[in-house]
């Protein structure tokens, strides 16, 4: 049984990962709000990542870093305190729980961090300058963590397309704006939270052993098709 710390697992992709972690892992739990599942190996620490002083967790085996922003402006709208707060909750929070939780980290059982990115690190896309360029932070970090602390602590990030989440019920509001997205998309579709889930699950477990350093771009084509 291992000790995964889940960041803003209260809904979407990070709740469903709790999901599907929690029956055989000791999972804990920061978000400002808490999730709705409850579950005898599941501990929630209520939290502001970026404003609050992180818990104290005796053992921590992976940290899976889940808030991200879908804030889309055209450049001429976006403002420089939205640069900032994408950069805020996507880069500085991640390394803010990194660092503060590297040294249990560090005596865990086949430690390991996962973070998140986005197709749009990729794929120019209007209206995504300020989370594409945070995002592409994300990337970056990743990379140089995974150099830095080999041989000990893999790191990788996923980079989904669009996920069925509060997050992107904005971009998914309407039958027409959910088609419009499909068809956009080569295999027609788009991710839902488990299938993004699953991947996680992969990349934390002893089957991504040699996997470190890498950002697996699940895309439904839309970044690897030009059909």
Do not use: W
Not at 83 to 112: C, M, T, W
């Amino acid at each position: 049984m291992k000790n995964i710390l889940v960041i803003g697992g209260s809904k979407g992709i990070g709740n469903a990962i709790i999901n599907s972690l929690v029956s055989d892992n000791r999972v804990f739990n920061i978000s400002r709000t808490s999730p709705e599942n409850a579950h005898q190996n599941l501990t929630h620490y209520t939290c502001n990542v970026l404003t609050d002083d992180l818990p104290e967790i005796d053992a921590v085996d992976t940290i899976i870093y889940c808030p991200g922003s879908i804030n889309l402006k055209p450049i001429s709208r976006l403002k420089l305190d939205d640069f900032r707060d994408d950069y805020e909750i996507n880069v500085i929070g991640a390394v803010k729980s990194i660092q503060h939780y590297l040294p249990q980290l560090k005596k865990g059982n086949a430690p390991s961090i996962l973070l998140f990115s986005t197709v749009a690190a990729k794929l120019g896309m209007p209206f995504h300058a300020s989370v594409a360029a945070a995002k592409s932070a994300v990337e970056g970090l990743t990379k140089s963590l995974g150099a830095e602390l080999a041989p000990n602590i893999r790191v990788n990030a996923i980079a989904p397309t669009v996920t069925d989440t509060t997050l992107a019920a904005k971009l998914l509001r309407n039958e027409k704006m959910v088609e419009n997205i499909k068809e956009r998309h080569p295999l027609k579709k788009f991710l839902n939270p488990e299938e993004v889930a699953n991947m996680a699950i992969f990349l934390i477990s002893e089957k991504a052993a040699s996997i470190s350093g890498q950002v697996f771009e699940m895309d439904c084509g839309i970044v690897s098709f030009k059909i």
